[in-house]
């Protein structure tokens, strides 16, 4: 129990589109998400939490207007990159919240989505 | 405020050995303390988690000792073997709502360790 999927698990775009990646919480519900941006050999960095039914809120230095969070469902949420450059290249991560049930309040990670903008 | 410390950076172990994380924190409204493990490429798994209503839980070969007093924590690994190769990362958050940032992780900076038979 307590899988969380994301998809894709890698994306190669070209500089300026955008893209889109999912985030599902499959045996569970989730009203919170996180999503986490990973470099190589650091720790995640929070982005932002994504409340499902209400606007996400953004830690300091990110932009909300360039990573477009919709939380949509009680098992969905989506980070959408918008007009993607080089420096976007990252890897991705999800979390979910477990709503309830014998591991309330734990957080489950997806398996990531690595972004490489050309 | 918000810090959670790990050491060491990396870790060498033997096979069969001990391998020992440490991690210490500073929020005292801190009240969840999970223990994740990450392999290259892949999203972060958790491991073992404690709340500080107790001092030390046991799963498996994994065992966390919590010292509330000092605001330590820290992840003892027995009979370490190869495939325990990964990045390990503590965490700490508030298990409750109180306002902004509740359930929110802050993690440690990581520790690699290898397993060498």
């Known amino acids: 129990g307590a899988v969380v999927s994301q998809h894709p698990s890698w994306v190669i775009c070209k500089s300026g589109t955008s893209v889109k990646i999912e985030c599902r919480s499959l045996?569970?519900?989730?009203?919170?998400m996180f999503w986490y941006r990973q470099f190589p050999k650091q720790s995640l960095m929070l982005m932002a939490t994504?409340?499902?039914?209400?606007?996400?809120?953004?830690e300091q230095g990110v932009e909300k207007d360039k990573f477009l969070i919709n939380h949509a469902s009680l098992t969905l949420s989506t980070l959408t990159v918008t007009s993607a450059h080089p420096e976007d290249s990252s890897f991705y991560i999800c979390s979910a919240r477990v709503l309830a049930g014998g591991r309330v309040n734990e957080q489950f990670f997806g398996p990531g989505t690595r972004l490489t903008v050309l | 405020q918000q810090q959670v410390k790990q050491s060491p950076q990396s870790l060498i172990v033997q096979k069969g050995g001990i391998s020992i994380i440490n991690c210490a924190y500073e929020?005292?409204?801190?009240?969840?303390f999970p223990w994740y493990q990450q392999f290259p490429g892949k999203g972060p798994a958790l491991l073992i988690a404690?709340?500080?209503?107790?001092s030390e839980k046991k799963e498996g070969r994994f065992t966390i000792s919590f010292n509330k007093s000092a605001k330590q924590f820290s992840l003892h690994i027995m009979d370490s073997q190869p495939g325990d190769s990964a990045t390990y990362f503590c965490a700490a958050s508030r298990s409750t709502y109180s306002g902004a940032g509740s359930y929110q992780l802050t993690f440690g900076k990581g520790t690699k360790l290898s397993v060498i038979p």
């Open positions: 929020n005292t409204a801190f009240d969840y």
């Open positions: 404690i709340r500080p209503d107790v």
């Open positions: 045996d569970f519900q989730a009203t919170t």
């Open positions: 994504s409340n499902e039914g209400s606007k996400a809120t953004y």
